[in-house]
């Protein structure tokens, strides 16, 4: 699998570069010693939802462009746990996916 700005996942592990609950202080377990790139926000955003963390995109004019709850705050907040997908890519994570990729083209030229 690849990334997919269309997945809720994957766009806002793009977009917070992890995820951070906004219920409490706990954050997505990130791997710091690897290459950042697009399959490794990926790799974040799909092992949050196999988890059951909540990502949720947020209406236009919110502070955070994502909703992020860990399973705990699901939890608590009584919220079920949906898989859902983006009809449009987000403007911000299109241009945040264009220049990553071209940073990895140059990367691969060098």
């Not at 010693?33 to 949050?48: F, K, V």
């Not at 909540?54 to 079920?80: F, I, K, N, T, W």
Request: hydrophobic share 40%.
């Amino acid at each position: 699998m690849a990334f997919d700005p269309r997945d809720v996942y994957d766009a806002a592990a793009l977009y917070d570069m992890w995820l951070n609950c906004h219920g409490c202080i706990n954050t997505f377990d990130f791997e710091p010693n690897r290459t950042i790139g697009l399959e490794y926000y990926h790799d974040i955003g799909q092992r949050a939802k196999r988890d059951g963390w909540l990502v949720a995109e947020q209406e236009e004019g919110a502070d955070d462009a994502y909703m992020v709850l860990c399973p705990h705050c699901v939890s608590r907040y009584g919220l079920e746990v949906r898989h859902e997908r983006n009809v449009r890519i987000p403007p911000a994570i299109e241009e945040i996916c264009l220049a990553m990729q071209a940073v990895e083209k140059e990367q691969v030229a060098a």
